[in-house]
């Protein structure tokens, strides 16, 4: 960053915008982006160009040295990590690849436009071989950068190896970046880019990571300094001192208070509200079964098709599907189909010359030119449950028409699902959920997507949080009619946006009779906590303010106003 970056000396605060109500303290480790560099920049020998020989010994040692930093991460990794980086490993130590550069630079051909150029031969074949070479495509470009990086003398680019627990800081990190992480050092996440809504914060809060997104100057930050991260104070602290340090050590404490209390979702007087957990992955759904949720009211299925070059076949979809039916034990899973497209681009479905990828052909409307994602996806979950004995619930993201919810139904059921719903994340299907609830079994409002829509903002655009605020009473308004579709019809009206994590939002989603809410993990002990202490008829007094008033802070107000005084000092509002 340059001459206006905040301070980073101790004590300094960054602000941003906070994901989740963590705080803690930990070492920073940066995440170097790829060098950008000249395809004829020269490798350098005290300073000098090098020449023929030198510029060989220079490659034969940056090969040596990232196979070996590769091979020597892998053995410390455990599980999917491992094998990636034992495979990532192995291509680095490929000759083929060595012997290919090594020519093409003695035939003069400049290092670095050696590298790519040999690389990139790599990924065609790959990619043409399909299967598990063209999945391994991604990891050939990190070797090609890693190769540059060393080659030139530059940092090792992308999420370092951890090892010790850390904050990991980037300009930005793609939700497959975030997905790859070696979660057992994670203690935070701050970035400079992305919104609290991108998909990138929400992974992390739903690993029940403390993330602060919108950081100015965060890459600034030195390398191995300590800060604290506060999620719930939106505020990275540079060197924080003992009094910093132990009220983030009481606040922790105080959460894992609210978490041992494990009733049932319910309001003060025994209205029921299903607290329902969100997930991406198989390892999540064994993760959060041990929490007291009633089950996952969205299993974000695409988390599955990141960073591939191919979709996943009908087994591995299916074996995946199964173990997360298995480990929740008969709970409520809802899975959603995939919801591709925008922040979330895969190499094989999603056009790369769309100009607004965010209007464009994303989530169920991938039906339109890749119906086979669709129908694959819909036969894994059948075998799922054919295996399991266990019947999912499942919904198609994305759907703005009752034409698309009938069709989406059908198709569902002729598989023998049993229980189908739809997303109501478009103001058209919030506008028309009676039509749309007369097709399918249910509803699920996905409020990032809804506010995004209807306040025309990019979810990913930091710097309007407040337009994407769900408390914009516009939003709060689509939620309203929803739900009353909901009640005219007798049918579940589920949210499972981000805005269900806010233990006060919470109270006015229950109060305009929202049927479940879903959410990270991590987040459910303060929601049961903000209900519990709540009747439905205040919960309704206060759904009643929010849409009375006349902008967000004026909406988030008026509800502070009616809650409870002991449960506002506990939550800190
Ligand atoms: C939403 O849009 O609120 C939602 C739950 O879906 P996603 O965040 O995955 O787009
Ligand atoms: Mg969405």
């Known amino acids: ?249 009481e606040r922790a404490q105080a959460e894992r208070a609210l978490a041992s209390d494990t009733a049932a979702g319910a309001t003060a007087d025994g209205h029921p509200v299903a607290l329902l957990a969100n997930i991406g992955t198989a390892e999540d759904a064994e993760r959060v079964a041990g929490t007291a949720v009633e089950g996952v009211g969205l299993f974000r299925t695409e988390v599955l098709f990141l960073e591939r070059a191919t979709a996943p076949s009908v087994e591995d979809q299916a074996a995946t599907y199964t173990r997360a039916l298995a480990a929740l034990g008969g709970r409520k899973v809802v899975v959603r189909t995939l919801d591709a497209g925008a922040d979330k681009p895969l190499a094989f479905a999603t056009a790369a010359d769309e100009e607004n990828p965010a209007l464009g052909v994303r989530g169920y409307r991938l039906v339109r030119t890749h119906p086979e994602l669709i129908t694959t996806q819909l036969a894994a979950l059948a075998a799922a449950q054919e295996a399991t004995g266990v019947a999912p619930w499942v919904m198609a993201p994305m759907i703005a028409t009752a034409a698309e919810a009938r069709d989406f139904a059908q198709a569902a059921h002729a598989v023998g699902v049993k229980t189908v719903g739809v997303m109501v994340e478009i103001p058209a299907a919030a506008l028309r959920a009676e039509q749309i609830l007369a097709e399918v079994d249910f509803v699920s409002l996905g409020t990032n997507d809804l506010a995004q829509y209807t306040m025309a903002t990019d979810r990913l655009r930091g710097e309007l949080a407040d337009l994407l605020s769900a408390w914009q009473p516009a939003v709060i308004e689509l939620v309203a009619s929803t739900a009353r579709a909901g009640k005219a019809t007798g049918k579940p009206v589920g949210v499972c946006g981000e805005s269900a994590s806010d233990p006060l939002m919470a109270l006015v989603l229950v109060g305009l009779g929202i049927t479940s809410l879903s959410m990270a993990a991590g987040a459910v002990p303060a929601v049961r906590y903000a209900v519990r202490h709540h009747t439905l008829d205040t919960c309704q007094q206060m759904a009643d303010a929010a849409l009375a008033a006349g902008s967000a802070e004026a909406a988030r107000s008026a509800v502070v106003a009616l809650a409870d005084p002991q449960v506002r000092a506990a939550l800190g509002w």
Request: charged share 15%; net charge negative; glycine share 10%.
């Open 1 to 249: 960053m340059t001459g206006t970056a905040p301070s980073v000396d101790a004590g300094a605060r960054l602000s941003g915008v906070g994901v989740g109500r963590g705080g803690v303290v930990g070492p920073v480790v940066q995440v170097r982006p790829a060098p950008v560099v000249p395809a004829d920049t020269p490798v350098l020998v005290d300073g000098a160009p090098a020449d023929g020989p030198a510029t060989h010994a220079v490659l034969d040692a940056a090969f040596a040295t990232v196979a070996a930093s590769l091979q020597e991460q892998a053995g410390r990794a455990e599980g999917s990590l491992a094998e990636v980086l034992t495979a990532t490993a192995q291509m680095a130590a490929d000759p083929a690849l060595r012997s290919q550069v090594l020519a093409r630079v003695d035939g003069g051909e400049p290092p670095v436009s050696a590298i790519d150029g040999v690389v990139s031969t790599f990924v065609t074949m790959f990619e043409q071989a399909g299967g598990y070479l063209a999945e391994r495509v991604t990891d050939l470009r990190s070797v090609r950068d890693r190769l540059v990086a060393a080659a030139l003398g530059l940092p090792a680019p992308g999420v370092p190896e951890l090892r010790v627990p850390s904050v990991v800081v980037a300009r930005d990190l793609a939700p497959a970046d975030t997905a790859a992480l070696d979660l057992a050092n994670v203690l935070a996440i701050v970035t400079e880019l992305g919104g609290p809504t991108g998909h990138t914060a929400i992974i992390a809060g739903q690993l029940g990571i403390p993330c602060i997104v919108r950081v100015a100057g965060a890459t600034d930050l030195p390398e191995g300094g300590e800060v604290a991260v506060d999620a719930a104070a939106n505020v990275v602290t540079v060197a924080p001192d003992e009094a910093l340090r132990a009220e983030l050590v």
